[in-house]
């Protein structure tokens, strides 16, 4: 089955530097690559996706790139803020009808 | 409007007791889940429910039993509660029948203290 490995698990950044989460599957049929954050207290959130047809995406300030030769993904969050600090969650999705695999997260604090 | 909702926030109980959580979803979605979080904030699912039908039922102890009113609910139930149990359970629900590769979306969680 699909294993997500996640790194680092902890995450220190000063207020307006990037930020770069980085994961790795082991399952080659995986095709969708989703993110989510999750903010104290709350649950999981979306905030990004992207699929296998496609090796970059960015919305605004976060950017997930693909590289499906070396089966990793990462996410790039630039310009960080505060209200970015929050636990940042990969997974990855066989084809079929399959749950999700998340990747065991990221806890990524921004100091202002 | 909230858009998945789940009952109740928290839930402190004894070993052995009996205790259910419900999950409503207002977003007309098919497929719904449960997850477990253990506390090093690990994600893992539990089931998946199509239109009232289990889809998905990962290694989860007997004592677990979801139940689907209708496609708009789903419930865990829980028999013989152990300190293992504790955690934050999530309810989530997408809009396919493949839900995997759709946009998932949680409930606020319900944290379970099982002393």
């Known amino acids: 089955g699909e294993n997500v490995e996640q790194h680092p698990s902890t995450l220190s950044v000063q207020e307006g530097d990037s930020a770069v989460i980085k994961c790795t599957y082991s399952d080659s049929a995986s095709n969708y690559f989703p993110w989510y954050k999750q903010e104290l207290g709350k649950g999981p959130q979306l905030i990004i996706d992207i699929r296998s047809n496609v090796g970059e995406k960015k919305d605004q300030r976060i950017a997930v790139t693909l590289n499906k030769t070396a089966k990793h993904f990462s996410l790039h969050i630039t310009e960080t803020q505060p209200e970015d600090s929050a636990v940042y969650f990969c997974?990855?999705?066989?084809?079929?009808?399959?749950?999700?695999?998340f990747g065991k997260g990221t806890r990524l604090s921004v100091i202002a | 409007d909230t858009a998945v909702s789940q009952t109740p926030k928290y839930l402190v109980t004894q070993m052995g007791n009996d205790k259910s959580i419900k999950c409503e979803q207002n977003?007309?979605?098919?497929?719904m889940y449960w997850y477990k979080q253990d506390s090093k904030k690990f994600l893992k699912i539990m089931f998946s429910y199509n239109n009232k039908e289990l889809i998905i039922n990962e290694t989860v102890p007997n004592r677990f039993s979801p139940k689907s009113p209708d496609k708009a609910h789903l419930n865990l139930h829980i028999n013989s509660l152990e300190l293992g149990d504790s955690a934050v359970y999530f309810c989530?629900?997408?809009?396919?029948?493949?839900?995997?590769?759709?946009?998932?979306?949680f409930g606020p969680g319900t944290r379970l203290l099982v002393l």
């Open positions: 989530a629900s997408s809009q396919l029948a493949s839900g995997s590769e759709e946009t998932q979306y």
């Open positions: 977003l007309g979605h098919d497929t």
């Open positions: 997974a990855a999705s066989p084809r079929g009808n399959t749950p999700l695999v």
